[in-house]
């Protein structure tokens, strides 16, 4: 047992042994086996003074715990440390000594090794450091259910409890480091970043995890590189040059301290110095790469450390190393040759350097002062792996002293049972690790995870320049913790950092050039999405800072600036009394309204006049009365709409109208009826009555109140803001069908289109001194003027559309007023010599002449057809010289009352027509 294994280690005996794992070398000399002569074990090399630290830790918990009175009492606590020389076939080697006596039942190897009656060599395994290492022990050391608590191996990888079922650890997983790094490149708001990663298993899985978190930032990996420190130096060129020629900044590496440093060593070289470093823990704090010499290229550097912790008395403890001491520990000889640079007396380093090296040691007694040198052994200011390996010891003594002090029937084995101490094997170990529960030293509850994991937290530091010695010192600038909340987990004081060791201004590691307010990211055809090129917002979008994703929407009420970094209040527009063209179209309104008054004012004065009276006085009253309604409508259009004026406006307008045509209507076709019926009849005079006229509006007016009560029942029209302008939001009336608003113009336009039928076919009638050719106008007026209203009035938009409907009103309006009204106005104010009885009767007598002229022509013409048919030849047609003429009879054409009567004569015949014009007659007629 004394001799399996590698030959240098440190060993103690005890009750119980536990086995040890640590990088007390770098590497292993790289040397060809060619198998010609029996191979012979490698050779490590490069004495790492932290992973000795970090041995004497164990050595240092161990015997405190074996003098403590309280924990695990009269059991004694032996060790057996290997020296994993940072690879993995070396820590194969040193797992193979721990697992030999060990029982192997499992393996069904009795037949060549009885064991069965020993106590477990070794019950449980402080180790490994590195993840890849720590991957290949947990592998064999599973077999045998061997705990293994590992102090530095962080690999998410080694979370697979069905793969690793005995692997344990006091780090965190880098399951949380990736993300922790993800968080810091996007606080510093870096988006193009070069990933560098060693090829292990702690590496590879560290930076597949690094991308997915990327990705989710919308981050992108310029280069993603693997890293090992036994590349080729033609190759650790090549990624120099990759590294040197790109654009990004910034570079985050998951790798360890030997795998970095030929890289370092590189950059160095090349002097590249504008890079910043994003250091995983592995080599966060390595003292193999925090060197003066190399700090032109790492000062700066940004690291996720673990926690530190504080162990006391270990300073003295490690102060107290010697060679002639620490027989049990073979590793002190080497450490203090390396510590002194010289050789002890009978060292086998010394001959072999007498034989092929060139470097001279001198000879050393062993006996130097290790407080007078500086060594990264000494360095116990910032306990970070070192605790950790001092909480790994202490979780296995507190499963012992639990397994010790258990209880029958309280304990965790079949039937509630307890193990014994004396008799005790790994796996029972590895069951009471699992279940652990303690307060340690310093009050702190210590408990493994469902993935058997130490919960920690990450301290972040800043390597920065010492003013006095040019060293490297570890400056704390945040924390990440794991277990806050989201949004608090990372925290950073941006003022304590140096970038490149000097600078307080935050480097640039971006693809592009930041957007300005006022622009978005635009994408680039075949680049990735952290290239963009700065694209203006649209109108009515704005950003507010810089390097925007999107532009984002002004509110409904608000419009971009000129420079789209804000919104503004649009200006809110409507049809305003306040404005010039709602002024203009005010007035307009209301001289409609005083000349239509004054109209009926000069009516109503000369109603007793034959002009007033021909016009059918009642039915013009009416008539201008609907007039005054039609130009007070318009008024309704004017203003900040509101619910009550949508509603109102358009049922005011569609009334008005109607009962203004119906008016004209009537008027137009009684005049039509009495003229073509020659002579009026009493059933005439009755059929068109003054009451009959009255209900015939009021009859066509009601069809159109019936069209406004459905519509403003079924969708009552309303107020609304449109905002589809841009910078100006136009109040305006949602008219709430546009089907209604159609059947309401749609029946004015055909009460006018009947009304100018029976006005053109009236319109050489000389009643009313040519009224019927005025109304023609009129409704011609009426007609152009809103067939034009409709192509205008959807092509228009905001307060134009009410104004287009208030200029058709007006215009329609005045166009009826003033060809109906304005010529009879004229006569009876200026020309009232001809608002006579006998310039009535005369015109109507001469309209008369003519009509019974023509009917007495053709009445004569088919006459003469008729004969000429019958008589055959001997019928004498009339003589071509025959004429037509209307006389006055001065002798015998006197009717007894001394009046004329007119006379129309035909060849041979004469025709009498007599026509009365008695005041009563007229005025029952009209």
Sequence with gaps: MSTYGPHQRAQMTGDILLGGLFPIHFGVASKDQDLAARPESTQCVRFNFRGFRWLQTMIFAIEEINNSSTLLPNITLGYRIFDTCNTVSKALEATLSFVAQNKI???????????????????????????????????????????????????????????????????????????????VIEYFQWNWVIAVASDDDYGRPSIEKFEKEMEERDICIHLNELISQYMEDHEIQALADRIENSSAKVIVVFASGPDMEPLIKEMVRRNITNRIWIASEAWASSSLLAKPEYLDVVAGTVGFALKAGHIPELKEFLQQVQPKKDGHNEFVREFWEETFNCYLKDSPRRQESDNGSTSFRPLCTGEEDITSVETPYLDYTHLRISYNVYVAVYAIAQALQNILTCTPGDGLFANNSCADIKKMEAWQVLKQLRHLKYTNSAGGKMTFDENFDLGANYTIINWHRSAEDGSVVFEEVGYYNVYSKKGGKLVIDKTKILWNGFSLEMPFSNCSEECEPGTRKGIIDSMPTCCFECSECSDGEYSNHKDASICIKCPNNSWSSGNHTSCFLKEIEFLSWTEPFGIA?????????????????????????????????????????????????SLIFIGRPHDWMCRLRQPAFGVSFVLCISCILVKTNRVLLVFEAKIPTSFHRKWWGLNLQFLLVFLFTFVQVMICVVWLYNAPPSSYMNHDIDEIIFITCNEGSEMALAFLIGYTCLLAAICFFFAFKSRKLPENFTEAKFITFSMLIFFIVWISFIPAYFSTYGKFVSAVEVIAILASSFGMLACIFFNKVYIILFKSSRNTIEEVRCSTAAHAFKVAAKATLKQGTVSRKKSGSSGGSSASSPSPSSSVSLKTNRDGGETPSGRKKPRVSFGSGTVMLSLSFEESRRGSLM
């Design 105 to 183: 039942d499992s393996l069904n190897l009795d037949e060549f090794c009885n064991c069965t009656d020993h106590i477990p060599s070794t019950i449980a395994v402080v180790g490994a450091a590195g993840s890849a290492v720590s991957t290949a022990v947990a592998n064999l050391l599973g077999l045998f259910y061997i705990p293994q608590i590992s102090y530095a191996s962080s690999s998410r990888l080694l979370s697979n409890k069905n793969q690793y079922k005995s692997f344990m650890r006091t780090i965190p997983s880098d399951e949380y480091q990736a993300t922790a790094m993800a968080e």
């Design 585 to 633: 179209l005010a007035i307009c309104a209301v001289l409609g309204v005083v000349l239509t008054a004054f109209v009926m004012g000069v009516f109503v004065k000369f109603r007793n006049t034959p002009i007033v009276k021909a016009t059918n006085r009642e039915l013009s009253y009416l008539l201008l009365f609907s007039l005054i309604c039609c130009f007070s409508s």
